[in-house]
T-cell receptor, first 109, second 117 residues
Framework: AQRVTQPEKLLSVFKGAPVELKCNYSYSGSPELFWYVQYSRQRLQLLLRHISRESIKGFTADLNKGETSFHLKKPFAQEEDSAMYYCAHPDQAGTALIFGKGTTLSVSS | GAVVSQHPSRVICKSGTSVKIECRSLDFQATTMFWYRQFPKQSLMLMATSNEGSKATYEQGVEKDKFLINHASLTLSTLTVTSAHPEDSSFYIC?????????????FGQGTRLTVV
């Protein structure tokens, strides 16, 4: 079955430090992967999708098929990056999104 | 981006009563909407897929008679929690995709916090 795994429940870093939020996938076929972010008291919103290869708010994520990973990275964390981050993939029907367990990123000064 | 709105954002109800949560796509039509449940500091769990004009598809372990879903129009899906119990207290989130928007991004409502007392 298709699945994403986020091994870290909480990641705490200092402002200005690099950040890497891990996501590993188990997939048959070509994976379609997303990163969603949920800031405190706000709705879930799309951060990145692997097909676009864009950088949003300084975050990037590269699909590594050899390591079956889609880690989210940012070279210099900011306090406003503190949020819950979810790695996600479509369900087998290709319609609903299935989320990993999420990682809470806490950036302190 | 497209906007998905949920109402109410917060509701408290007595045990045994039913509660209806509305999910609207404000600036696009959605033939399919999705309902999730989120426990505190946990991930979103897909409950069901709401299909306009037909029956919803429920995930394994979700009671369809407990969580009634109606998708009567292209912009509105409702989730009714019937005979609510304290264990139904949770954060319920709906989501929709804009099929004509040219991408597969899913848009999420702001969520409804249900407390059953």
């Amino acid at each position: 079955a298709q699945r994403v795994t986020q091994p870290e429940k909480l990641l705490s870093v200092f402002k200005g430090a690099p950040v890497e939020l891990k996501c590993n996938y188990s997939y048959s076929g070509s994976p379609e992967l997303f990163w969603y972010v949920q800031y405190s008291r706000q709705r879930l919103q799309l951060l990145l999708r692997h097909i676009s290869r864009e950088s949003i708010k300084g975050f990037t994520a590269d699909l590594n098929k050899g390591e079956t990973s889609f880690h989210l990275k940012k070279p210099f964390a900011q306090e406003e990056d503190s949020a819950m981050y979810y790695c996600a993939h479509p369900d087998q029907a290709g319609t609903a999104l299935i989320f990993g367990k999420g990682t809470t990123l806490s950036v302190s000064s | 981006g497209a906007v998905v709105s949920q109402h109410p954002s917060r509701v408290i109800c007595k045990s045994g009563t039913s509660v209806k949560i509305e999910c609207r796509s404000l600036d696009f039509q959605a033939t399919t909407m999705f309902w999730y449940r989120q426990f505190p500091k946990q991930s979103l769990m897909l409950m069901a897929t709401s299909n306009e004009g037909s029956k919803a598809t429920y995930e394994q372990g979700v009671e369809k008679d407990k969580f009634l879903i109606n998708h009567a129009s292209l912009t509105l899906s409702t989730l009714t929690v019937t005979s609510a119990h304290p264990e139904d207290s949770s954060f319920y989130i709906c989501s929709a995709r804009d099929p004509w928007g040219g991408n597969t991004e899913a848009f999420f409502g702001q969520g409804t916090r249900l407390t059953v007392v």
